[in-house]
């Protein structure tokens, strides 16, 4: 069992910035890749960034590319999801959720990712 605890969120103005921690917990040693997605109300969950634990391979959703950085601590079990520009459309409850495997290609789809945090609201208020 590996758990998830994500923390961070909160209400920022446009422009701002908020940053995203995961810590994982349990059998992490079977974890590669921590992902960070998130979902808005009335839409599908979408995938936001992630890493692998060794942090040599990191992928992102175009919609955060320059503005979002992912990154982790080995150590700590933790990974962070730092958010720069903010702007409404980045408004949405934030997932972490770790990947059992890694096969060269960060995963980007929710179904390869079987353990999840509780998410953490972020509001971005125009």
């Known amino acids: 069992q590996v758990q998830l605890v994500e923390s961070g969120g909160g209400l920022v103005q446009t422009g701002g910035s908020l940053r995203l921690s995961c810590t994982a917990s349990?059998?992490?040693?079977?974890?590669?890749?921590m992902g960070w997605f998130r979902q808005a109300p009335g839409k599908e969950q979408e995938f936001v960034a992630a890493v692998t634990w060794s942090g040599r391979d990191r992928n992102y959703a175009d919609s955060v590319k320059g503005r979002f950085t992912v990154s982790e601590d080995n150590p700590k079990n933790t990974v962070y999801l730092q958010m720069n520009s903010l702007k409404p459309e980045d408004t949405a409850v934030y997932y972490c959720?770790?990947?059992?495997?890694?096969?060269?290609?960060?995963?980007?789809?929710?179904?390869?990712?079987?353990?999840w945090g509780q998410g953490t609201q972020v509001t971005v208020s125009s």
């Open positions: 959720a770790s990947a059992p495997r890694f096969s060269g290609v960060v995963p980007t789809r929710g179904n390869e990712y079987d353990y």
């Open positions: 349990g059998r992490t040693f079977s974890r590669y890749v």
